[in-house]
């Protein structure tokens, strides 16, 4: 089935720092991703629908100046944390719809620290 | 707007034993999906079984079942011959056929099988 990559997997970073997580569809093209947000032992919230070529849509609540989102190709998606503090520390997980039928592929997620 | 409802926080089976997992939805859209998905302690999400609206029959996946019941607006996701390899969170989800393809999470279940 089709792959879709976060990268890192885990980071670790001070406040007031920036940091970048990617998100790649490996084998297929996806001109929509999705941004979820999970803090620890709560369901997954979406912040934002990331279009390639376009800007990405926020959800009701989600700073799109802190939450910066570039879709920059039909297989990259990244979302930048500006300036994080220790609130911002949550597991990140972007996902991607099939071509066909109702198929949601979704990346391993990304584990955020902010110290 | 779409919301789902999962009103078991969490459960514990013995191991071998059926398990049903209550999910309600509410939604204006004539036409949608429901989902259920499993998340280990790793965070990955691990699609399970889909059901469309308008599908006839409950949707089937090797041990697992979708009970719908679309009156009622309930999607039960039943799990036979339970493993200890089941234990996870587990969640329901649903999104609109037409238009934007995100997915509006329920809480979840924390299953957990006992041997």
């Known amino acids: 089935g089709a792959v879709v990559s976060q990268h890192p997997s885990w980071v670790i970073c001070k406040s007031g720092t920036s940091v970048k997580i990617e998100c790649r569809s490996l084998d297929f093209q996806a001109t929509t991703m999705f941004w979820y947000r999970q803090f620890p032992k709560q369901s997954l919230m979406l912040m934002a629908t990331?279009?390639?070529?376009?800007?990405?849509?926020?959800e009701q609540g989600v700073e799109k100046d802190k939450f910066l989102i570039n879709h920059a190709s039909l297989t990259l998606s990244t979302l930048t944390v500006t300036s994080a503090h220790p609130e911002d520390s949550s597991f990140y997980i972007c996902?991607?719809?099939?071509?066909?039928?109702?198929?949601?592929?979704f990346g391993p997620g990304t584990r955020l620290t902010v110290t | 707007a779409q919301k789902i409802t999962q009103t078991q926080p969490g459960m514990f089976v013995q191991e071998k034993e059926a398990v049903t997992l209550d999910c309600t939805y509410d939604t204006s859209d004539p036409s949608y999906g429901l989902f259920w998905y499993k998340q280990p302690s790793s965070g990955e999400m691990i699609f399970l079984i889909y059901q469309g609206s308008y599908d006839q029959q409950n949707a089937t996946e090797g041990r697992y079942s979708l009970n719908f019941q679309k009156a009622r607006k309930s999607a039960n996701l039943v799990i036979s011959a339970s493993q200890l390899g089941d234990s996870a969170m587990y969640f329901c989800a649903m999104r609109r056929i037409q238009g934007a393809q995100k997915l509006v999470f329920g809480q979840g279940t924390r299953l957990t099988i006992n041997p």
């Open positions: 990331s279009n390639e070529g376009s800007k990405a849509t926020y």
């Open positions: 996902s991607a719809p099939g071509l066909a039928g109702h198929e949601q592929y």
